[in-house]
């Protein structure tokens, strides 16, 4: 039978058991099928009809009188019973379906409390695990004889800290352990369980050595008096900050140096570290990536050869990303922004290098303090004429040159520059596509050979005045050339 079909389906009783469990079971059958089929003489039909999400609670509450227990579990398990319908069920006689109806997340509070003496002990145990039982309740079920029930109780973080205290002095090592699991116990009881037995001390180890233990759990084991433990709680990742940052000023070196390697630490404590007399802490300090610049910067002036080397190491990592970040062409324009910030001239010369760089990056970037800086600003085809205008009378001879070559530079500061004494710059401004005519013909006659050839290579060339250059240097050539006449 299709699923378009059942909407349309009206005469269920011809069809076999299959059919009619199938169609009981689907989520399209409409509320009026289901209830109709509520009533199946097949058990199998009703525990369909019972567990289908589109079942309405009245047949829902229809089906909770249902003499088959399967049926009744099916409705205890599904979240469209009514919660008085789930109160009843609670005090069924068949255990499993009193289970299911505790563990409904629709299920009233109060019929917990009604179930703390029940009979079965699964039945007292789900209470004692369910995250919405009543302190009261949990203070009754920490006494229960059953241990599973009591550990239940332990491991629940509603349980009273009373009732955890309690729990802690408990034979039952597996409840003594989840008490010490459980966050809401408090730092000294957890402290005390630590010190109770090898048992509860190697479980300490474990919790401690485990990324997934609860945060707040490790912040308690972080109090311990055992030098080991703390080492553990130092180095696992999960641990919260505050505990990390107690942890930095431990009078143990070991747990101070799981703590400066620990990924997690938060910068400040490293902060702090960076200063311990205990060289490798400083050295975990330098490698550890949480690092912040400044606090490298500093350790890369330690007295430790291995320390110093080590965070300028991490320096040459993070400047060659930050590097990298720079030159790249798609890198956004607020980031380029701030890397021009950065305290490292090599990255301030990459962002001033990048083509895409914003123009008015590059011109606060002209007055940089380093000349590196403002040569690359010089070079680059995106820097603004009016601050290469500027950058002409840069004191910096290779700012100078970076200027003359640019062909975004004005004409007047080409002319500018072609009386520069040093050759390099003339030459730079004989090469230049936007150096004018007259500016050419000038240097066509300078008296630098290369500073003349490239302003002769210069397309822009009168041609009357590459004539007289192209003359010039034949006769030059030729007042070279040795005599061959011999001497009579």
């Known amino acids: 039978m299709e699923i378009d079909d059942v909407q349309n389906f009206r005469t269920l009783s011809d069809e ?4 009619r469990e199938s169609v009981a079971g689907y989520r399209v059958t409409s509320p009026d099928t289901l209830a ?7 058990a199998s ?3 369909a009809v019972a567990g289908n999400p589109s079942t309405l609670p009245a047949t829902l509450a229809q089906l909770a009188m249902d003499a088959d227990e399967g049926v009744r579990r099916a409705v205890a398990d599904n979240y469209n019973t009514p ?5 009843a069920l609670a005090r069924d006689e068949d255990v499993d379906v009193r289970v299911r109806a505790i563990e409904n997340l ?3 509070p109060g019929v917990l409390a009604q179930l703390v003496h029940d009979e079965r002990w699964e039945v007292r145990y789900d209470v004692a695990t369910d995250q919405s039982a009543p302190p009261n309740v949990l203070v009754i079920l920490g006494k229960d004889e059953n241990r599973f029930v009591r550990c239940g109780v332990a491991y629940n973080p509603n349980t009273p800290a009373k009732t955890l205290a309690e729990l802690g002095e408990d034979k039952d090592m597996d409840i003594v352990c989840a008490v010490m699991e459980n966050p809401s116990t408090s730092r000294e009881v957890v402290t005390k369980l630590v010190d109770s037995s090898e048992v509860a001390y190697n479980y300490a180890i474990e919790l401690a050595k485990d990324e997934t233990t609860l945060p707040e759990v490790l912040a308690k084991l972080a109090g311990s008096k055992d030098a080991d433990l703390r080492y553990w709680v130092g180095g696992n990742e999960s641990t ?3 505990a990390l940052m107690e942890l930095a000023g431990d009078k143990d070196r070991d747990v101070r140096r799981a703590v400066a390697r620990n990924e997690a630490t938060p910068p400040e404590a490293l902060a702090l570290l960076a200063h311990d007399g205990d060289k490798d802490v400083r050295y975990w300090v330098a490698a550890n990536s ?6 490298l ?3 890369a002036k330690d007295k430790n050869s291995g320390v110093h080397i080590r965070a300028d190491v991490h320096l040459r990592t993070i400047m060659g990303i930050e590097i990298d970040q720079a030159l790249n062409l798609d890198t956004p324009p607020d980031v380029l922004a701030q890397l021009a910030q950065d305290e490292n001239w090599f990255v301030r010369s990459a962002v001033a290098e990048n083509e895409s760089t914003p123009s008015s990056v590059l011109t606060g970037m002209s007055v940089d303090e380093n000349k590196l800086v403002r040569h690359k600003v010089a070079a680059n085809r995106s820097t603004p004429p009016e601050v290469l205008a500027r950058l002409a009378n840069d004191k910096c001879g290779i700012v100078q040159e970076m200027v003359a070559e640019n062909p975004n530079t004005p004409p007047d500061r080409l002319a500018q520059l072609a009386s520069n004494e040093d050759a390099r710059v003339c030459q730079a401004v004989a090469c230049n596509p936007s150096t004018p005519p007259g500016v050419l013909a000038q240097l066509a006659h300078h008296d630098n050979e290369t500073v003349r050839m490239e302003a002769k290579n210069n397309p822009l060339i009168p041609t009357e005045v590459e004539k007289r250059v192209d003359a010039v240097m034949v006769s030059a050539t030729e007042l070279a050339q040795p005599s061959t006449m011999e001497i009579n």
């Open 16 to 19: 076999t058991e299959d059919v």
């Open 290 to 295: 949480s690092t912040q610049r400044e606090v």
């Open 240 to 242: 919260p900050s505050g």
């Open 106 to 108: 629709y299920t009233p």
């Open 45 to 47: 039909v009703r525990r």
């Open 36 to 42: 109709e089929l509520a009533t199946d003489k097949e």
């Open 297 to 299: 910067t500093q350790l």
């Open 83 to 87: 919660p008085d319908t789930l109160a």
